[in-house]
């Protein structure tokens, strides 16, 4: 993704998405465009099953278990 967007572009992709927003709200999803690009190309690319080690409980034991 570009770093930056277009009016024209945010403006269809605010009517595809049926959000409404003010002048100032506007302005401030573009200014933070850059950093949510980035983060969607992050988040689409594929991941090696360490991206998301299983958090597993075991109980001990001398607890219970």
């Known amino acids: 993704m570009p770093p930056e967007i277009s009016e024209a572009a945010l403006e ?3 009517a595809r998405a049926g ?3 003010g002048d100032g709200q506007k302005a ?3 200014e933070v465009y850059a950093g949510i690009a980035a ?3 992050r988040v689409r690319k594929p991941r090696g099953i360490m991206a998301e080690p299983a958090s597993t409980f075991g109980i001990a034991k001398e607890d219970g278990g």
């Open 39 to 41: 983060m969607a190309d």
């Open 12 to 14: 269809f992709l605010l």
């Open 28 to 30: 401030e999803l573009r």
């Open 19 to 21: 959000l409404r927003l």
